[in-house]
């Protein structure tokens, strides 16, 4: 089992452009998150989907959307990169939204 | 309000030492889980443990050990006897009813050999 997978790992994007990440989980859980993670602020959530067909907003959702494609696959979408996108990102998931959360390898991503 | 709280920033011992990482957390839930991830130098985000509000018990695994005191708010780790590879970035966690899980800002642990 490869757990959670993003693609890709490392992205460099010039302000305006736009670009999808891609997640995908094969552990059969229910919920899966986006976060980013800047230094100093730990992980915040961007954007969750509680299970197949929903998704709600987390703590820093402007400037992206999300969709839960099945319940495998949540991509993250940038519609018009900005300099302050520059961050980690992570997708993660869970059997169900009070269980432990699964990460993946993160994409490192720099807007110029 | 900060929900997740880790005060310490950055911690450096010299192996072998003990040291404990600290969390208090604020929530009106009667019903919550609180985590500890371990992020190393490589980046992951590694899961270590998850303890329900109704489980005060106290628990150890290897070198590892939580201390959960729903008086005092606190969720604490303890690594008995660093080594060189606990080097890595702690968060402490918590997730309410309304299913989102909160990450503190994390804590830097340094053990130098």
């Known amino acids: 089992n490869a757990g959670v997978t993003q693609t890709p790992k490392f992205q460099v994007l010039k302000t305006g452009q736009s670009m999808t990440l891609q997640c995908a989980q094969d552990m059969n859980h229910n919920s899966m998150y986006w976060y980013r993670q800047d230094p100093g602020m730990g992980l915040r959530l961007i954007y969750y989907?509680?299970?197949?067909?929903?998704?709600d907003k987390g703590e820093v959702p402007n400037g992206y959307n999300v969709s839960r494609l099945n319940k495998r696959e949540f991509s993250l979408r940038l519609e018009s990169a900005a300099p302050s996108q520059t961050s980690v990102y992570f997708c993660?998931?869970?059997?169900?939204?009070?269980?432990?959360?699964?990460f993946g390898p993160g994409t490192r991503l720099t807007v110029l | 309000a900060q929900k997740v709280t880790q005060a310490q920033t950055e911690i450096s011992v010299v192996e072998k030492e003990d040291v404990t990482l600290d969390c208090v957390y604020e929530t009106r839930d009667t019903t919550y889980y609180l985590f500890w991830y371990k992020q190393p130098p490589s980046g992951e985000l590694v899961f270590l443990i998850r303890?329900?509000?109704?489980?005060?018990q106290n628990e150890i695994s290897g070198r590892y050990s939580w201390n959960f005191q729903k008086s005092t708010s606190s969720f604490n780790f303890t690594i008995t006897a660093s080594q060189v590879v606990d080097s890595a970035v702690y968060f402490c966690a918590l997730n309410e009813r309304r299913s989102k899980l909160t990450f503190g800002k994390g804590i830097t642990l340094s053990v130098r050999p």
């Open positions: 989907s509680a299970s197949e067909g929903t998704t």
């Open positions: 303890r329900n509000s109704f489980d005060e």
């Open positions: 993660a998931s869970s059997e169900v939204s009070a269980n432990e959360q699964f």
